[in-house]
């Protein structure tokens, strides 16, 4: 009994309970977003957790999605940028990204979002160093570099009115 | 499970020609004409339809050219619908290259939709047109007067938009080819020797019964359709990405490979000065005689690696064929037609059988324009009977893609009363256009006697030199070379942007002055001048910053280019140079920059910025290691490129005059050298070997404090 209660694994996404299909446990987190659960936001890039393509939140923190197993996951909170968006309102770090109009060919715009997010959450009034430092590790080909620093600045500078 | 058996197709299949001397299939490249553009816009049922014909990898082209239809349509932004369009969806097009989308797509879908707007006005609903041509003057997005109506809220030329797929792009929403997920879809990978494909390679021994052990394995495919360049590919298959690792390592492939690459041979065989030794270069742009006997004031060797196109998404594509043997083609390219023409020659399939459906590419960069994951993901599709997603892996997209082609360059001036006299510049690279990763070696030899424009491009001066001679040499590579952003203008500028920065200091003119002196392109002029005064470039060049630790030395650097005779850029750049680490910090860029009319000025500027990026790139970081058997980067951390901290403020002064619309999407590549010369400018020393590394500075500064000064 035991062992066929334990065969489904679950895990926690963006605040629901999701069940992994069969044959996905021994997976990257990567894999089983993307590939079994159709969660495309966070992307492959490269696949060591160098590009930061495939970033995520687990437990708040920004993580690379290649380089995590599912099995691992079972008690933690995984936040995927198809969680963002409430209501059909943008998060005020997606509604900067449009408002600056960062995106170029877009594919590693997700994971600059989810590492923003994680920012702004720990550090709301981030300066430009500790922005760098915190994006550091999120390639961009494209050059949207300086779009993506702006974007930030004013998704910052949104929350804190926000907030006040 | 009946699947886990040795699969082979072979048999029953014609194979359309034997490998190794095959013609190629030829990219067709038709002038894109109004009776195409009617079909790329439709009227159904009160909204409007624009299938794009063109990729959409960044450029945001699909914004632009909303932008003209909403225009000529005379309709509100949200009254039309944007689709990336199949193979069967659209007239073929030609590749998405050579920033040219804007200038030659712009007026066939304005006058295509001034004739639908006037169909509808006229009362029509249904039917096909025929496109009635009228003068471009008339046309809303041409009209010389549009941007004084900007009062009207359908004038959409020359406005900031909501960039079409951005708000799906950050709510995370499938786009891209790697997106694409089909009932039942497999995962395959076809696995090659660890080896450039120039190199003959074949497979030694596989345990392949360890392989069907592991958990998710579904197949193993050898066919000599998996073959690519002269390396014979074992494809697999399996139910998750992950068990693809977990077979490759299970397989333990041992690989035959035939010879080898090594750096120090493909050093010495793009050696301008070896090849000059030789006697004269195949391909000259400028013919003059120029006389060697007498001394040259500049007499400098620049040296430019490979590099790597570095997209964030790696090539992927998806193949589905229906129960009737049609097969469909998800893929990122910037030639569907041509991914098209490829399979269907390749897998002797009819071509009403093929369709090729065009998705957002994560990046491209001229480097997805030729045929490879797309063609093994229809190849192991039609042998499990199951639809089938490739996606390269990083260390797959250097091995195995085509890269920016290495060259050196030798330029020679001679002054004459602080002017230019005889300029003689000569330089040896690989093959662009007619890459070798499509290109056989024969077929080579015969585009040989045409050269090629790729390698060509930007080499051609712009300044005023009575006398001047620029000649190249093509030699195949044993690694594959091809088009890369700005193709040669990149590094062509690079070097012939740097000899003009040397001359005018052994002139002792201001270099922008120096530049102006022997100019007569008023266009290039005017952003020259621009920039000037956007970044306050003062008489002197130097910054004296006292403000800056003593360690750190400041320095400024221009440059400027002109890009397919069509756009003109000016760039400015500051440094900052740690002469305790070697460090260079670029700290501000400032570039103008002339493409005519201007459509989405503030996609023009993000063109701007994406090339003064990459400008940082092909002076601080781009290159690719070579080990014996060929490209040897297998992540980021092999082949770096810029990071956020790298980029500085950036600033774009757009001009726009009124001339024919043209590209933006490369031209300001040519602003690299003005990095080159502000470091120049910092340290008293040229560098002439790209990229400058933080070991390159600090052993250039050890040589020249141990010299003493003369």
């Known amino acids: ?164 | 499970m009946k699947r886990r058996t040795m699969l082979a197709i072979s048999g029953g299949l014609v194979v359309g020609f034997m490998t190794g001397c095959a013609i190629p299939v030829i990219p067709k490249r038709p002038q894109a004409k109004s009776a195409n553009a009617i079909g790329w816009v439709q009227y159904v049922d009160g909204r409007y339809l624009l299938w794009l014909p063109r990729a959409e990898m960044g450029q945001n082209i699909a914004t632009a050219l909303k932008q003209i239809a909403c225009e000529e349509l005379d309709i509100a932004w949200d009254q039309l619908d944007v689709q990336l369009p199949s193979t069967r969806d659209i007239d073929l097009v030609r590749a998405t290259v050579g920033s040219e989308s804007v200038k030659d797509y712009a007026l066939p879908l304005a006058q295509a939709s001034a004739t639908l707007r006037d169909a509808i006005l006229a009362g029509r609903q249904t039917g096909k047109l025929q496109v009635t041509e009228r003068p471009v003057e008339s046309l809303r997005s041409f009209s010389r007067s549009t941007r004084a109506m900007k009062t009207d809220s359908n004038r959409w030329i020359g406005q900031r938009v909501e960039l079409e797929q951005a708000r799906d792009i950050v709510q995370g929403k499938p786009l891209y080819a790697s997106d694409i997920r089909r009932p039942g879809m497999l995962f395959g990978r076809v696995l090659r020797a660890p080896a450039a494909p120039e190199l003959a390679s074949r497979l030694l021994h596989m345990n392949d019964s360890a392989s069907r052990d592991v958990t998710g394995f579904v197949a193993l495919v050898q066919h000599e359709w998996l073959t690519f360049g002269r390396s014979e590919g074992i494809g697999i298959l399996a139910r998750t990405p992950g068990a693809l690792d977990r077979i490759e390592a299970a397989l333990a492939i041992r690989w035959q490979v035939d010879g080898s690459v090594g750096s120090q041979d493909i050093n010495a065989t793009i050696d301008i000065d070896r090849q000059l030794g030789r006697g004269t270069l195949s391909n000259a742009i400028h013919k003059d005689r120029v006389d060697d006997d007498k001394p040259w004031d500049v007499n400098l060797r620049f040296d430019i690696p490979l590099a790597a196109h570095g997209a964030i998404e790696p090539r992927v594509a998806v193949a589905d064929y229906d129960d009737g043997g049609a097969l469909n083609l998800w893929v990122g390219s910037q030639d569907i037609f041509y991914i098209r023409d490829v399979v269907v020659k390749r897998l002797g399939l009819p071509p009403e059988k093929v369709t090729v459906h065009s998705c957002r590419i994560g990046g491209a960069f001229g480097g997805k324009t030729i045929c490879t994951v797309e063609l093994e993901a229809a190849i192991l599709a039609r042998a499990i009977r199951a639809p089938v997603k490739v996606q390269w892996s990083r260390g797959q997209e250097y091995r195995y893609g085509f890269h920016r082609p290495p060259s050196s360059h030798r330029i020679r001036i001679r002054l004459n009363n602080g002017r230019m006299e005889t300029w003689w510049h000569a330089f040896m690279s690989s093959h662009i256009l007619f890459t070798n990763a499509v290109v056989p070696p024969w077929m080579q030899r015969l585009t040989d006697l045409i050269g090629d424009n790729g390698v060509a491009r930007g080499a051609a001066l712009t300044y005023r030199v009575p006398h001047r001679r620029t000649e190249f040499s093509l030699a195949r590579l044993p690694v594959f070379t091809g088009p890369w952003r700005g193709l040669g203008a990149g590094p062509n500028h690079l070097a012939i942007e740097s000899a003009i920065d040397e001359c005018a200091r052994i002139a002792g003119v201001n270099p922008l002055q120096f530049r102006l002196d022997h100019l007569d392109n008023l266009r290039l002029v005017k952003v020259l001048e621009r920039v000037a005064s956007a970044a306050q470039w003062d008489s002197t060049t130097v910054i004296h910053n006292h403000t800056k630790p003593s360690h750190i030395k400041t320095g400024r650097g221009l440059a400027s280019g002109i890009y397919k005779e069509m756009s003109y850029a000016a760039v400015v750049a500051d440094v900052e140079v740690d002469i305790n680490t070697g460090k260079v910090r670029v700290t501000r860029l400032v570039c103008v920059h002339d493409c005519g009319r201007i459509i989405n000025p503030d996609q023009v500027r993000a063109q701007c910025e994406g090339n003064l990026v990459w400008c940082i790139g092909m002076v601080l970081h781009d290159k690719l290691p070579v080990a014996d058997a060929g490209i040897a980067a297998r992540t980021f951390a092999d082949a770096p490129i810029p990071l956020l901290s790298d980029v500085p403020p950036i600033e774009i002064v757009l001009v726009d005059e009124g001339e024919v619309a043209t590209g933006a999407g490369e031209t300001a590549i040519v602003g690299a050298a003005a990095i080159a010369n502000a470091i120049r400018n910092a340290l008293d020393i040229r560098f002439t070997r790209f990229p400058i590394l933080q070991d390159d500075v600090l052993t250039a500064l050890r040589a020249a404090t141990s010299q003493p000064k003369v």
């Open chain 1, 1 to 164: 009994v035991i062992f066929l209660w334990a065969q489904t694994m679950q895990l926690t996404i963006n605040k629901q309970r999701i069940e992994i299909p069969a044959g996905w446990e021994d997976e990257t987190l990567l894999a089983v977003l993307h590939e079994a659960l159709g969660l495309v936001g966070a992307k492959f890039g490269c696949g060591v957790g160098l590009c930061g393509a495939c970033t995520i939140l687990i437990n708040g923190q920004a993580q690379r999605s290649c380089q995590l197993r599912v099995q691992n996951l079972a008690d933690s909170n995984i936040e995927t940028i198809e969680g963002l968006t409430i209501d059909s309102q943008p998060h005020p770090v997606q509604r900067a990204w449009l408002d600056e109009a960062v995106s170029q060919c877009g594919y590693c715009q997700a994971g600059q979002i989810m590492t923003t997010v994680a920012l702004l959450r720990r550090n709301p009034k981030p300066t430009t160093v500790e922005i760098e430092s915190a994006l550091a590790a999120n390639l961009c080909r494209c050059g949207t570099q300086q779009r993506i620093r702006l974007a930030v600045q004013r998704a910052a500078d949104s929350i804190q009115v926000h907030a006040s």
